[in-house]
């Protein structure tokens, strides 16, 4: 990826009424839209719940139609596309209070609670999830009783949850994780446990069991909250933090701004190389993101987040990838 002048950063104009600054909230791709929801301007204190969409042709922001049972304000949310179907779980308000499993039929544009806290999954926010065809992934996160390790999935033809094996004592928990799922093997990626971690575990859905995995290369540092998207054969991450503030989730700690892939099979890390007038984003954690296409072209799509000024951003940027 850093061999090629074709991977650069481009700034995606904006117009219309959209999401303005946040950070913490989640980002979900149907097509040529992109959708917003959730999030926080000032430290845990969650904006609205509103379901913003982009277009991505028109680069116009709207607020999305919507009937049904919608998700209350938060921050620390997750969702992921199966189809034309976006699914979204937990994240809380200033009271802890979580949100369940919800989807949202962005055909019919309605919503649906598929399954409240008491029901489900343990209410939580700040973890990860991904997904296949059929499955929504959920790993970690930060829970009442602290951080979790867990890994759950939710069936979207059976509707219903499924529990995997726990990933174990060398796996902590943690909150904000990277995770991403490719090949039929869920990854996790980094986190936070009160401090970074730089670990790498590998859970196969074939054979149900976890690996712990050393990589080489020009491997990243410790980082929690950042963007993380499969590609083929890769996994790319973007940002995040590298030290937490003093004050903790009250301040911005050390944030990064650089892109890395890995290669799940030779298990080497390749650093991205800056190209000459991209419009590269400032450094930044907590952001919503996505793999995207723009014009044609593949790619992870980022907004907003927080800056190293604990000022929250209101951008829309775009990584193509030729790898």
């Known amino acids: 990826m850093s061999l090629v002048p074709e ?7 904006q117009k219309g009424a959209g999401p303005g600054p946040r950070s913490s909230h989640a980002l979900a791709v149907v097509g040529d839209k992109v959708y917003c929801f959730g999030g926080e301007l000032k430290p845990t204190i969650p904006i609205d719940n509103d379901l913003f969409v982009f277009d991505l042709k028109t680069q116009e922001w709207s607020v999305a139609p919507a009937t049904g049972d919608a998700p209350f304000p938060c921050f620390g949310v997750s969702m992921v596309t199966i189809g034309t179907t976006i699914y979204v779980y937990g994240g809380r308000d200033e009271a802890r209070k979580y949100n369940g499993l919800y989807s949202y039929d962005t055909v019919a544009n309605k919503w649906e609670s598929l399954t409240p806290v008491d029901e489900g999954l343990p209410g939580r926010s700040y973890h990860s999830m991904a997904g296949d065809d059929r499955k929504v992934y959920v790993f970690g996160g930060v829970c009442r009783e602290g951080r979790v390790n867990t890994l ?28 991403a799922v490719v090949k039929g093997k869920v990854w996790v990626l980094f986190g936070f446990d009160g401090e970074e971690l730089d670990d790498i575990h590998c859970f196969d859905l074939a054979s149900q069991k976890w690996t712990h995995v050393e990589t080489t290369g020009d491997v990243p540092p410790a980082r929690s909250v950042f963007p993380v998207v499969p590609y083929g054969k890769h996994i790319v991450i973007y940002g995040g933090e590298e030290e937490p503030h003093e004050l903790m989730h009250m301040g911005a700690g050390k944030l990064t701004g650089d892109v890395y892939k890995l290669d799940t099979e030779t298990l080497v890390w390749e650093k991205h190389v800056d190209v000459a007038g991209e419009e590269k984003p400032s450094p930044r954690g907590w952001c919503a993101f996505a793999f995207a296409v723009k014009d044609g072209e593949e790619g992870l799509l980022v907004h907003g987040g927080n800056s190293p000024t604990n000022e929250r951003l209101d951008d829309l940027v775009f990584l193509g990838f030729s790898f």
Do not use: I, M, Q, T
């Open 7 to 13: 991977n650069k950063w481009v700034k995606v104009g």
């Open 152 to 179: 759950h999935a939710y069936d979207v033809v059976d509707r219903k949850w499924v529990e995997y094996p726990a990933a174990g004592e060398a796996c902590k928990g943690r909150g904000a994780p990277g995770l």
